[in-house]
């Protein structure tokens, strides 16, 4: 009888953390990492793990938020973790573009609240904010509508975020 009543709460105990760690978030191990914004609807965030059978590389997170007054979106996709090193912010300031062969890209370097950042205009697919939060962290913010402010929208962000260091 009393191992029975043992093998069940083993059993539950083990269903239990099999739930937890299929659930949408996991990866991030925070299922509300990406915060709210006042005066944005934010939709349901979606996670996926990058790993290989013999070790976890880092999460990509990404959520839909549309602006409440027009309905005009911007994409956030942050990937983090060891396998997702991001090596292509320049040094010191850049501006170009894409150059006589390209389609009308334009990039710009700035700085979003403290960290190191890339703004990326092209005339047909729209504008990319990606921001350096941390070595192995990349916030990306993405819109094709020209009213959306993606700078002031990664500000309020990150300010909402917090500190990635301590998530």
């Not at 191990?29 to 793990?49: F, K, M, R, T, V």
């Not at 002031?152 to 962000?157: P, S």
């Amino acid at each position: 009888m009393l191992r029975r009543r043992m093998t069940r709460r083993v059993l539950a105990a083990l269903s239990f953390s099999l739930a937890l760690t299929a659930s949408t978030g996991w990866a991030a191990g925070d299922p509300d990492l990406l915060p709210d914004i006042l005066g944005w609807y934010a939709g349901s965030q979606a996670s996926e793990e990058y790993e290989t059978p013999t070790e976890q590389l880092g999460c990509r997170l990404e959520r839909l938020y549309r602006r409440q007054a027009d309905n005009h979106s911007i994409l956030v996709v942050w990937v983090r973790g060891p396998g997702t090193l991001w090596q292509g912010f320049p040094e010191g300031e850049v501006s170009a573009d894409d150059g006589p062969i390209g389609s009308g890209a334009t990039y710009s370097t700035l700085e979003i609240g403290g960290h190191r950042a890339v703004l990326e205009c092209h005339p047909l697919t729209g504008r990319a904010l990606s921001v350096a939060i941390a070595p192995d962290s990349t916030l990306t913010f993405e819109t094709d509508f020209e009213d959306v402010e993606l700078e002031a929208f990664a500000l309020a962000f990150l300010e909402q975020l917090g500190d990635p260091g301590e998530r």
